[in-house]
């Protein structure tokens, strides 16, 4: 078995290297093809849904806060925001 002192020049070598990622928040950010649409459509949803339900008392002071089943009543424009957030979560996931 040979010892490398100092002097000795060293020729790199060939490694196989990978990357790893720890602690990452990966983040994302985009917009749905037709979002004007289903934020407008939804904005006014929410704010119908705000003059008929009390709504939930959270840390919001001064402010509103819906229920928890929006996707039950915000309707097609509710499920299509949260459906596009899964999916790019999916997307992004390494699991």
């Known amino acids: 078995m040979s010892v490398l002192s100092l002097n000795d020049k060293l020729t790199p070598q060939p490694a196989k290297v990978q990357p790893l990622g720890l602690f990452e928040t990966p983040l994302a950010y985009g917009s749905l093809t037709d979002g004007d649409a289903v934020i407008s459509k939804l904005k006014s949803l929410i704010l119908q849904r705000k003059d008929q339900s009390p709504g939930l008392e959270r840390s919001n002071s001064g402010g509103w806060h819906s229920d928890t ?18 999916n790019i979560a999916k997307r992004m996931s390494h699991f």
Do not use: H, S, V, Y
């Not at 089943?69 to 309707?75: I, T």
């Open 69 to 86: 089943d929006m996707l039950d009543w915000g309707g097609r424009p509710a499920q299509k925001l949260a459906q596009t957030a899964i």
